[in-house]
């Protein structure tokens, strides 16, 4: 669903946006390396992926795992659960472990996963205020009744000028 109620707002990220933004965040994780540099960079899927992506280049990270959380249904959250875990063996505590998503909102998600890898560090691109304390590292905070629509989600389309839009 990309309807909104009145009060909602939409914040639009394209591509390019995502990808100088998740680079940010790459930037902002140097000052972070464990002794012994990040061991893997495990993505929250789906929304994690291309983030996880972008980072692991920019950082040169080789082992990139994936930990999947289903918690919502379009805009309708529900109870989050794993339903496919990374490797442990790998991942272990998350000790050298960087866990990226897209965003977080409520913050359910990556206490899942938290719990999950509770010595990992926790980077997101996009953050909400209510889910910020979940997150060691991101980028850009937007205010909690914000829906980001990502690109993935989105395609280009005509818009109506906005003289004469109501006519
Ligand atoms: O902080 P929270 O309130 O838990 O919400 C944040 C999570 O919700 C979205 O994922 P979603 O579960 O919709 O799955 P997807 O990444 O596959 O789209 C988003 O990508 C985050 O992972
Ligand atoms: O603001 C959001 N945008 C996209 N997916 C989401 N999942 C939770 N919050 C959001
Ligand atoms: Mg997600």
Redesign the pocket.
Known sequence: MTDLLPHEKGFHVSWDQLHRDARALSWRLQSNVPEGGWRAVVA?????MAPAMIVARELDIRTVDTIS????DHQT?SE?RIIKSPDMDVVGDGSGILIV??????????EVVRRAMPKAHVATVYAKPK?RPMVDTFITEVSQDTWIFFPWDMALQYVKPFHGADD
């Not at 929250?44 to 994690?48: D, F, V, Y």
């Not at 959380?69 to 919502?72: F, I, N, P, T």
């Open positions: 929250i899927t789906r929304g994690g959380v289903k918690s919502y959250q989050p998503d897209d965003l977080v909102d409520t913050g359910r998600t990556l889910g």
